[in-house]
T-cell receptor
Framework: KNEVEQSPQNLTAQEGEFITINCSYS?????LHWLQQHPGGGIVSLFM???GKKKHGRLIATINIQEKHSSLHITASHPRDSAVYIC????????????FGTGTRLKVLA | DTEVTQTPKHLVMGMTNKKSLKCEQH?????MYWYKQKAKKPPELMFV???????INESVPSRFSPECPNSSLLNLHLHALQPEDSALYLC??????????????FGPGTRLLVL
């Protein structure tokens, strides 16, 4: 079992829909990151969370430390949101390493 | 400048070739990373440089040789690669020495094909 699990693995949505991607982890963490990877390859860091909730534009990320769970929400989704969304944690024991989830492939149809 | 740049974008090489990948950042970051990513898989950490010293080598084969000539530049020298080394190679940097509170900033990657 992976230390970081994401669901769903694949998601297709219509433009305008509200989208939720979930991440559960089984290790003690210092921080959780949500990353976005477009088909071209580059990775963009969307959020770093250690507690609570963060919002940036149409993106909202929440984390529940007790339940070891985080969610990424996209409101009013758009085709340009189509990408792979990756949850990555920094464990308490590892200084440098991200532990990556397997990613959620999102496709938003116009 | 909040960018990590990587060159080349694409590279095709034979198994007997020697080539190098280059990564550059001008954000004053002191930790730099090489990752390898196979299709539909998350990135795998290869090397970490912290304050220009190699801090982590994740048991990477010696045909991959990293180099950090200065705090802004990170190279990955490639020699005698195998077809299974074909992948996207991502560089990243973070502000301090790689501590737990740091966000890593990724470059666009070099897509490598070994024939």
């Amino acid at each position: 079992k992976n230390e970081v699990e994401q669901s769903p693995q694949n998601l297709t949505a219509q433009e305008g829909e509200f989208i939720t991607i979930n991440c559960s982890y089984s290790v003690g963490i210092s921080a959780l990151h949500w990353l976005q990877q477009h088909p071209g390859g580059g990775i963009v860091s969307l959020f770093m969370l250690s507690s609570g909730k963060k919002k940036h534009g149409r993106l909202i990320a929440t984390i529940n430390i007790q339940e070891k769970h985080s969610s990424l929400h996209i409101t009013a989704s758009h085709p340009r949101d189509s990408a792979v969304y990756i949850c990555a944690v920094r464990s308490l024991s590892g200084t440098y390493k991200y532990i990556f989830g397997t990613g959620t492939r999102l496709k938003v149809l116009a | 400048d909040t960018e990590v740049t990587q060159t080349p974008k694409h590279l095709v090489m034979g198994m007997t070739n020697k080539k190098s990948l280059k990564c550059e950042q001008h954000m004053g970051h002191r930790a730099m990373y090489w990752y390898k990513q196979k299709a539909k898989k998350p990135p795998e950490l290869m090397f970490v440089y912290s304050y220009e010293k190699l801090s982590i080598n994740e048991s990477v084969p010696s045909r991959f040789s990293p180099e950090c000539p200065n705090s802004s530049l990170l190279n990955l020298h490639l020699h005698a690669l195998q077809p299974e080394d074909s992948a996207l190679y991502l560089c990243a940097s973070s502000q301090g020495g790689g501590g737990v509170g740091e966000t890593q900033y990724f470059g666009p990657g070099t897509r490598l094909l070994v024939l």
